[in-house]
Every structure is written in structure tokens, then in C-alpha cells.
């Protein structure tokens, strides 16, 4: 993928048993990712480690749990600063390798995820017809990433159990008068 990102959307094809994740850029083009339940299974904690390492408290002598809590804490930022409310845009030009009736989502078979020079990070996609697919998100798309997986999953039933960090770590008082 050359061209930036524009929307990234995830949905559950229950006669699939599988999640399709659709990738669109600026220019109006696509690609389209069967990912399987297995998959997401693997990639889950490859996500996590990226998001753990690039964290600045990672730097930080704290307890795990503390830097868990503030895993949470910028996961909850970037999610609330993403705009979920529009459905993927239609009339992009597929790009997803493939012709004719063979043109369809791809079944992703494997990949990886490691953080680039530049603090995006880079997301390579494996699919069964031999094609890599990388993409590159910033803090932010890696964590509406990682908010779409949780509730997609949550929906398809797969019990994955998939959350970022551990918020709970983190007492925030409800009321700010108040100190106890």
C-alpha cells in the first residue's frame, strides 16, 4: 500500500466464521482480509507487545501492572479521539490481488507486527495466494485496531478474551472534589 490511509473497518461473516477487515486509502482504494479466528488469536499479543513497547512508561522502571493501567489509559484516549460512527465507504477500486470471480477478500495465513524508525507500525499481512500486504498505522489506527478486534470478536462469540492493558490497575476518582 502506497497511498495513506483513509478508514478501516471489521465486520463478522458469520457463514464465514470469519472477520472481514477492509483497508481503505485516500485514493479511494482497498483491500479486503479474511481473518480467521486462529489468526487473530497470534496477532492479539504480537499487538500487545508493540503497544507495551512504544508506550513511554515501557521506558520507566514500574511495576507490570502499572504500566498495564497505562497501556489502558492511552488506549482509552486514542479510542475516544477515533471517529467509529460511519460505515466503510462503498465505491472504492478493489485492489485485492485476484481477477474475475477468483477478486475477494484474501484469507490471511500470517504476518507480523514491529514497530518502524519513523513510531508507526508496520503491519505485514500473509495471504494463501503468497501476497504480503504492509501496512503502516500510527498510535492511533493501531488502537482503533485493536477496539475493532475486541468488539468483533465479542460479537462473532469467539471468546478470546482480547482487552488492552488493565484499566481496572488504575482507581481514576469519579468525583475530582473528593480525594477519598
Not at 507487545?49 to 489502558?72: F, G, T
Not at 495471504?127 to 501476497?131: E, P, S
Not at 462469540?157 to 477519598?180: E, N
Given at each position: ?34 481473518l ?75 504476518g ?14 500473509k ?5 504480503e500486504?504492509?501496512v503502516?498505522?500510527?498510535k ?41
Open positions: 500500500m502506497t497511498s495513506a490511509l483513509h478508514q478501516i473497518t471489521l465486520s463478522h461473516s458469520a457463514e464465514e466464521d470469519r472477520l472481514l477487515l477492509r483497508i481503505s486509502t485516500l485514493d479511494k482504494t482497498e483491500f479486503q482480509f479474511w480467521t479466528r486462529r489468526f487473530v488469536n497470534v496477532l492479539w499479543p504480537a499487538l500487545m507487545n508493540v503497544l507495551e513497547k512504544e508506550n513511554p512508561a515501557a521506558k520507566k522502571n514500574l511495576m507490570p501492572a502499572a504500566k498495564k493501567a497505562v497501556v489502558a489509559m492511552e488506549h482509552q484516549e486514542a479510542v475516544a479521539a477515533a471517529d467509529f460512527s460511519r460505515s466503510h465507504d462503498e465505491g472504492n477500486k478493489d485492489l485485492t490481488p485476484g481477477t474475475g470471480d477468483n477478486r475477494g477478500p484474501l484469507l490471511v495465513i500470517g507480523s507486527v514491529s514497530p518502524d524508525k519513523s513510531g508507526a507500525t508496520g503491519l505485514i499481512l495471504t494463501n495466494n503468497n501476497a500486504i504492509k503502516s498505522l500510527n492511533e489506527l493501531l488502537h482503533a485496531l485493536c477496539k475493532l478486534l475486541i468488539e468483533v470478536t465479542m460479537k462473532a462469540g469467539w471468546d478470546l478474551g482480547l482487552s488492552v492493558g488493565d484499566a481496572g490497575a488504575a482507581v481514576v476518582p469519579q468525583d475530582k472534589t473528593r480525594v477519598h
